[in-house]
């Protein structure tokens, strides 16, 4: 009987495979279209038209920043690129330095940068590096290519501080008052 019933059961799913299944014949099928001005239509409503699809490269300017050397234990100089005609203000070398970081799987989460008379003050997430998630070693590495990138790329910045959520910068590694100068030209 279950043998029996087996086969029933085969041939119901044989069936309704084979129902389902339908060749479409060449009336189903959207006909392809081409015009004289070469455009192709790959279906209907869609038209790539060649000669309008230029590739225009974006100019761009070599910004010097530091970042951490691929076996995390110095300090490193690289070269980061920039959109030529934008300005290097203290936003930029920081999201560069931010992306240089990102290519050693370090992921700085940065809230602000702010400019105080000569002092660029540099506001990080709590619960990302250099304030947690690193030893005192990387955390240090961090706020340095930070620091000197910024020294180095920003005229008239004349030191640079850290905060962390607006407040004082504290790690459990580095103890920071909210107008203490980490870096110095």
């Keep these: 009987m279950q043998k029996k019933n087996g086969i029933i059961l085969f041939g119901i799913l044989v ?9 479409p014949s060449g009336d189903d099928l959207p006909a392809p279209t081409s015009s004289p001005d070469s455009s192709v239509s790959l279906t209907p409503g869609l038209t790539v038209i060649p000669s309008l699809i230029t590739v225009t490269p974006l100019k761009t300017t070599e910004l ?15 070269t980061a690129l920039v959109v030529e005609e934008e300005e290097i203000t203290e936003q930029v070398v920081t999201t560069a330095v931010a ?30 590096p250099p304030v947690s998630q690193v030893g ?3 955390e240090g590495l961090i706020l340095d290519a930070f620091g000197q990138s910024l020294l180095d790329n920003i005229s ?9 959520d607006g407040g004082r910068y504290s790690s459990g590694h580095f103890e920071l008052e909210e107008d203490d100068i980490y870096m110095r030209r």
Excluded: H, Q, W
Excluded at 65 to 74: A, K, N, P, Q, R
Excluded at 108 to 126: C, L
């Design 156 to 164: 008239g910045c004349k030191g640079v501080s850290y905060t962390v």
């Design 64 to 78: 010097p920043i530091y970042t951490i050397s691929g076996d995390l234990t110095e300090l490193t100089a690289v």
């Design 99 to 128: 992306e240089a970081l990102a290519d050693n799987a370090i992921y700085v989460s940065v809230n602000s940068v702010t400019r105080k008379d000569d002092i660029v003050i540099v506001d990080f997430d709590a619960a990302s």
């Design 136 to 138: 005192a070693g990387i």
């Design 15 to 23: 069936f309704c495979m084979l129902s389902g299944c339908k060749k």
